[in-house]
């Protein structure tokens, strides 16, 4: 059942908005706004306990001392929490490793943590998904 409310907001931030809503061709404001406060929750569920799935992505240079053999062994640390790992080769030094992660939100942290930290990783991020079950 949708219920209505009204919301005041400076001008100038519902330009903003506007834009927002046409770069994405949603189809009103409500539909935007509905996204926009699911995301919110999804990323509160995230945070806390909840189980997610994540991708962490690393690139790093295959020639940096032993650092291929410590981003397996990490990986062997959580294997449980492992879903798939996809490695590209990007170039000539450098590597790409996409890895798809499940489990509680904190150990999915501390296991993209890891990696991230690890000496020759020139880039590394962990993305966020969860399903928002409570949220439909
Ligand atoms: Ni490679």
């Known amino acids: ?16 908005f506007d834009e927002h809503i046409k770069a994405r ?3 009103n404001r409500s539909e935007a706004i ?3 406060i699911r995301k919110t929750f999804i990323k509160e ?3 806390s306990d909840k189980q997610v799935m994540g991708v962490i992505s690393l690139v790093y240079d295959h020639h940096q001392h032993k650092l291929q053999e410590k981003v397996t062994l990490v990986q062997h640390d959580y294997h ?5 790992t996809t490695h ?5 030094d450098n590597c790409l490793e996409v890895i798809v992660v499940r489990g509680k939100a904190k150990e999915v942290q501390e296991l993209a943590d890891q990696l991230i930290a690890l000496r020759g990783v020139r880039d590394g991020n962990l993305a966020m998904s969860s399903t928002g079950k409570s949220l439909h």
Request: net charge negative; proline share 0%; charged share 30%.
């Open 80 to 84: 449980h929490h492992i879903v798939s």
């Open 25 to 27: 061709s949603y189809s």
């Open 88 to 92: 590209v080769h990007m170039d000539h």
């Open 1 to 16: 059942m949708l219920k209505r409310f009204s919301i005041s907001l400076e001008e100038k931030l519902l330009d903003i």
């Open 45 to 47: 569920e995230w945070q």
């Open 34 to 36: 509905r996204d926009l």
